[in-house]
């Protein structure tokens, strides 16, 4: 359930905030293998927080197995397994310091021209697996066409998916695109992202998927159960700044994980063979005192 909160909430919090936040995060998350199974995971935090971090951050496995690590295309840290036959679970628990600040706002922002923009940001206009832009194209421009480009029109952009959609963990769908969202008018936070990159890209702004922890911090707290969240990038001005199509406000305590053109490059595991979710388990809180452990906290739930 998505709590009702204004503008003015926010400012009110942020002028009393410190800048001294830390972040408890982590994971304890089980398949059930049938056969030795091959898999690749995205369960590292992106490397420019790594400076950030308070303890230790690893993917511990049980049973221990051999892990390999590797840089994707896009940047992210890729983990490379071969899943036993049975049960097998991921664990990490991690405390990360955050600078207390919210996203950042920029109404000045300017969309840059095509021509301009460098050539590694170019994929991002482009349409793929989920971010089907040939669909959404005629829409994009008759609705955002004449605003004023740079920030104003990806705010509005934002607002438009934000209302578009109506937020359900019953409406989770993973193959939905982000014509299919539009026209469903359901999803979760991935369909509200993939509908927002979508809308931008076709309107030359390049977008890109983002996937990591979001905990409730400055906001009420959500009684429905924790999961990874999905936002977006957009590049402006030369830089990359950060909204939420599902939030719709600017947040405190993002932890990216993984980038990319959309949910397809992101997925926290795929298994390339027949591997059965049977734990799932993500926490993202403030702490400053000492915690229970995640398995404690897991078996207690």
């Not at 993939?194 to 983002?210: D, E, G, Q, S």
């Amino acid at each position: 359930m998505d709590c009702d909160y204004s503008r003015d909430d926010f400012a009110i919090y942020w002028s009393v905030r410190r800048n001294d936040v830390k972040i408890r995060a982590g994971y304890d998350i089980a398949f059930q293998c049938f056969q030795d199974t091959p898999m690749t995971l995205m369960l590292s935090i992106d490397s420019a927080r790594a400076k950030d971090l308070l303890s230790e951050h690893k993917i511990q496995f049980r049973p221990d197995i051999p892990s390999r690590d590797f840089i994707d295309m896009f940047g992210n840290t890729c983990t490379r397994i071969v899943a036993p036959a049975g049960r097998i679970e991921f664990r990490n628990d991690f405390v990360i310091a955050d600078s207390g600040l919210p996203d950042a706002v920029d109404p000045n922002a300017r969309q840059i021209e095509i021509g301009e923009i460098p050539d590694d940001v170019l994929v991002y206009l482009l349409g793929s697996r989920y971010c089907d832009t040939q669909k959404l194209s005629n829409l994009a421009w008759s609705l955002f066409g004449g605003l004023t480009p740079g920030w104003q029109r990806v705010q509005a952009i934002c607002d438009y998916a934000h209302d578009r959609i109506c937020f359900g963990y019953q409406h989770a769908r993973c193959d939905r695109t982000a014509s299919e969202g539009h026209e469903e008018r359901v999803g979760v936070c991935r369909d509200f992202a993939h509908l927002a990159v979508t809308l931008c890209r076709c309107m030359n702004i390049p977008a890109r998927y983002c996937t990591g922890y979001l905990g409730d911090i400055g906001v009420p707290l959500d009684p429905a159960p924790m999961d990874f969240s999905a936002w977006f990038e957009v590049y402006l001005d030369g830089k990359w700044l950060t909204f939420d199509a599902r939030h719709n406000h600017p947040r405190i305590g993002r932890i990216v994980m993984a980038r990319g053109r959309d949910a397809a490059d992101v997925a926290i595991s795929t298994s390339f063979g027949a591997a059965q979710l049977v734990n799932f388990t993500v926490i993202a809180e403030e702490t400053s005192v000492p915690v229970l452990p995640l398995t404690e906290i897991a078996t207690a739930a």
